[in-house]
């Protein structure tokens, strides 16, 4: 009986009186800017502003709040701004294939249809494969013509009176 | 295709009402770890499922409106934390009330919602929402494309890429699923409650009041009917939310401060919707 409940025992109290380790670990900013705040509030002291792709080194972790070393001081910043890794540079698509990937979808409809059968797919699913539902890339295209300035942000920003 | 989606931003665990947003707080962490590659796939999911969202609606077709709204999303989307995305916002031709996000970046909302609305910070706290889903990769996660040990956005890569019938006919799938999460099943309410938090900062980093999203929410809330069939078969009750949110801004600190409605700006555009 001992020979288990010892192990058991000594396994729970090394559970209990463990705390877990937090590795020290690099965040960078993902953020245009993020505020370095003096504790795990929006309300408390500000210390400094960064932008993007400042990077800190961290100490633990808060709830959604990473504690940061700023300044030589102790600083928190929301983990909703950063990330492991520096921030990517924005992606863009070359455009072109949506449709290649619809038309090779419709024209191979009834080779599909076995297939999905094969692969064992509700009626619902199959109908769909069969029937295509409809794309519309022309608007999606007129959607992805919105484009918005540096600047113009700054002014609409700024524009915010109330 | 490398992978990899490393860690998630939250816990896939049911989030019950009673549950406080302090322990939300403790399960949250910290962004994904992701590859460029994978960022890519994603977007060309995302535009595939975005094509397929203005087919079923329409767009409301209003340059200034148009242009109006993607200003005020790309206020908060540079501080959403993905600066690797370029969001696009688009209002769709619909009296229904509520708003959708495709992965990539792609963010709707109807012009009912916004025709319930009263001032630029509800405005910004529904988009916020929708950047939150993306932002948190709800649908690539749900989705759970399984195959091999790959991560879902390397499944999707995977389907993209692929020139089998087989790979192409999962891909065709994959959308159809999307589009269920969003118009038939809906996210998991872990999902949504992080989608709100996410809102709610998102509005604060901003500028913008972070109790916008709740008191628009209040008001869709009194509307029943076909207007919000969707959004009441798909979301938690608006109630339950309004009250989690109510914690959260007073947790966050974030309940006083200079924070703006921007209620005239808004009051002018939204004459030209209705």
């Avoid at chain 1, 396994?11 to 937090?22: D, E, G, K, Q």
């Amino acid at each position: 009986m001992n020979r288990i409940l010892v192990p058991v025992l000594f396994l729970i109290a090394l559970m209990y009186f463990t705390s877990p380790v937090y590795a020290q670990s690099e965040y960078y900013v993902q953020s245009v800017k993020a505020k370095v705040m003096s504790a795990t509030s929006f309300n408390s002291t500000v210390m400094g502003e960064v932008g993007k792709g400042y990077k800190f080194t961290s100490t633990a972790k808060v709830g959604t709040w990473v504690k940061v070393k700023y300044i030589n001081k102790d600083g928190y910043v929301s983990s909703l701004l950063l990330a492991t890794h520096p921030p990517f540079d924005r992606i863009a698509l070359i455009k072109g294939d949506e449709s290649e990937i619809t038309q090779g979808v419709r024209r191979r409809a009834s080779s599909f249809t076995s297939a999905a059968a094969a692969r064992g797919l509700t009626a619902d699913d199959r109908r769909r494969l069969g029937t295509e539902e409809r794309a519309d890339y022309e608007l999606l295209d007129y959607m992805e013509s919105f484009k918005v300035s540096t600047d113009e942000l700054n002014r609409f920003m700024e524009g915010r009176t109330q | 295709m490398a992978l990899i989606i490393a860690g998630g931003s939250a816990s896939p665990q049911p989030l019950f009402a009673a549950e406080s947003y302090t322990n939300f707080r403790q399960r949250a962490s910290v962004s994904d770890e992701i590859l460029t590659s994978d960022i890519a796939e994603e977007i060309r999911f995302g535009r595939e499922v975005a094509a397929r969202i203005i087919a079923r609606f329409g767009m409301y077709d209003n340059p200034e409106i148009m242009k109006y709204v993607n200003l005020v999303g790309n206020v908060l989307a540079i501080n959403a934390g993905r600066p690797e995305l370029e969001f696009h916002f688009a209002v769709l031709n619909t009296d229904e009330i509520n708003g959708y996000a495709a992965p990539g970046g792609y963010i709707f909302l109807t012009r009912g919602a916004i025709a319930n609305m009263q001032d630029e910070s509800e405005l910004a706290g529904a988009l916020a929402h929708e950047i939150g889903h993306v932002v948190e990769k709800h649908a690539v996660k749900e989705l759970n494309i399984k195959g091999q040990e790959k991560t879902s956005v390397s499944n999707l890569a995977m389907l993209i890429g692929g020139s089998s019938d087989s790979a192409r006919v999962a891909f065709s799938q994959a959308v159809d699923k999307a589009l269920d999460l969003l118009f038939k099943d809906g996210y998991k309410r872990a999902d949504e409650i992080q989608a709100d938090r996410d809102a709610v900062l998102f509005c604060a980093l901003s500028g913008y009041a972070p109790i916008g999203l709740s008191r628009y929410f209040a008001r869709i809330d009194k509307v029943k009917g076909k207007q919000t069939e969707i959004i009441d078969k798909t979301h938690p009750s608006f109630k339950d939310r309004i009250a989690w949110m109510g914690g959260m801004i007073k947790e966050e600190g974030i309940d006083t401060g200079d924070y703006k409605t921007a209620k005239d700006r808004f009051t002018k555009y939204i004459t030209l919707l209705k």
